[in-house]
């Protein structure tokens, strides 16, 4: 029997594949492969999905973050609020204008950031918040907002993990001031290489994002901001219009393996499935468990990187031939890179208890259930010979 992979793109590929390889085709075959018709009709279509007026296609989900953040002229000597259990991306791009990141604690149940801490990390230094909604899963997007507002604060939606998610109905990257998305193939909405969006709703703060993506100009060879080259290719442009149209199937489906597993995981002693906000319908970019350790079994600091329940759970899987992932062994305030941001063990304990808990299980539209119950059988095979 083969491995079950976390994903398989190549399932994709055999469905629409056509498609995509015609468009790739046609790109080729009309010499333009920088910006043209295409990359604004992509734009165009996407800011349509999401539901703002504009959209700005860049290089990569990094390059969204960090253009947002420069378009607000946020750099040195601002704070930014962001989550220390997210890719290093959200906060290399604080780090990268100048600013300086800011976490607070995440919720457990969600594994997003706690709103109820929110206010206590905001100072007089604080511009903005950048929200992830990681693994799909959408922020309480109401109540962010409405923190933001009694601060004065810009929103930088990471939707890197949820094009497609919605929260109270509305798509995440709609409420805030910025989304920003990311179409690294591994994403729900994933282009044949790197790419990314910035949805936003004023019209002159997409004019600044183009301009700042073209080497800080807005008309050619002359220059009032040191910009950078983001652009999104047309190739990837053209893959992406073939495939937004199966987003919302896509997604579907993924939901439909997510409620697989809650029925399959359901009332497994020490395993906790993933709950969605409520009020919030996640797009399941990763359906991520926690492997809860008896007590005084793990140790607590995630930096020892001894190997905890979890980590011997996901070998025992592996070798039955699923592949399962962590989404992250190390918070961002752990991290050597911000060791000088003063943070220690214990400061954010909830990160760093999911950081050695957390298992994202294979996850795609294509997985089937025959591969679900093997990856479940397995897994609880694992957590009985491991605990
Ligand atoms: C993938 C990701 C990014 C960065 O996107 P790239 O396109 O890879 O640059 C940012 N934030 C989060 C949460 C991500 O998962």
New binding site residues.
């Given amino acids: 029997m083969s491995n079950i992979p976390p994903l398989d793109l190549k399932r994709q590929y055999q469905a629409i594949g056509a498609d995509v390889s015609a468009a790739v085709l046609e790109v080729l075959a009309s010499g333009a492969y920088i910006g043209g018709p295409l990359v604004k009709n992509f734009e165009q279509q996407f800011a349509t999905y999401i539901g703002t007026a504009e959209c700005v296609g860049c290089n ?4 969204a ?1 960090y253009l947002a953040l420069r378009a607000m002229n946020i750099g040195a000597g601002d704070e930014v609020i962001t989550t220390p259990f ?2 290093i ?2 906060a290399e791009t604080i780090s990268g204008v100048g600013a300086k990141p800011v976490f607070v604690d995440i919720d457990l149940a969600t594994f997003n950031l706690d709103l109820t801490q929110l206010a206590a990390a905001i100072t007089p230094r604080t511009k903005a918040i950048m929200p ?1 909604h ?1 693994f799909g899963n959408p922020v309480d997007m109401t109540e962010l907002m409405s923190i933001a507002a009694q601060y004065n604060l810009v929103v930088i939606e ?1 939707c ?2 949820a094009t497609g998610a919605k929260w109270q109905g509305q798509p995440v990257g709609r409420i805030g001031h910025f989304g920003c998305f ?3 193939p591994t ?1 729900n909405l994933g282009a044949c290489g ?3 969006a910035i949805t936003v709703n004023d019209p002159g703060l997409a004019d600044d994002l183009r301009m700042l993506r073209e080497h800080g100009s807005r008309e050619r060879y002359y220059h009032e901001a040191i910009g950078v080259n983001s652009r999104l290719d047309a190739i990837q442009a053209a893959i992406l219009q073939v495939k937004l149209p199966h987003l919302d199937l896509w997604n579907q489906q993924r939901a439909t393996v997510a409620s697989r597993y809650h029925q399959l995981l359901a009332n497994i002693p020490g395993i906790i499935t993933p709950q969605a906000t409520p009020g919030g319908e996640s797009a399941w970019n990763q359906y991520t468990i926690r492997v809860v350790a008896p007590v005084g079994m793990d140790t607590a600091d995630p930096r020892d990187r001894l190997p905890t329940l979890r980590d011997r759970v996901r070998a025992s899987l592996l070798e039955a031939g699923a592949i399962a992932m962590i989404y992250y062994p190390l918070p961002l305030h752990l991290q050597s890179v911000y060791a000088d941001l003063g943070y220690a063990v214990g400061s954010f304990p909830n990160a760093e208890r999911v950081s050695q808990e957390v298992l994202s299980l294979p996850m795609f539209p294509e997985l089937t259930v025959e591969e679900q119950q093997r990856v479940v059988y397995a897994l609880k095979d694992a957590i009985d010979t491991c605990r």
């Fill in positions: 990569s989900g990094t390059d973050l997210t890719f991306a959200t992830v990681l990471d890197a993990q990311s179409f690294f994403k790197d790419g990314g």
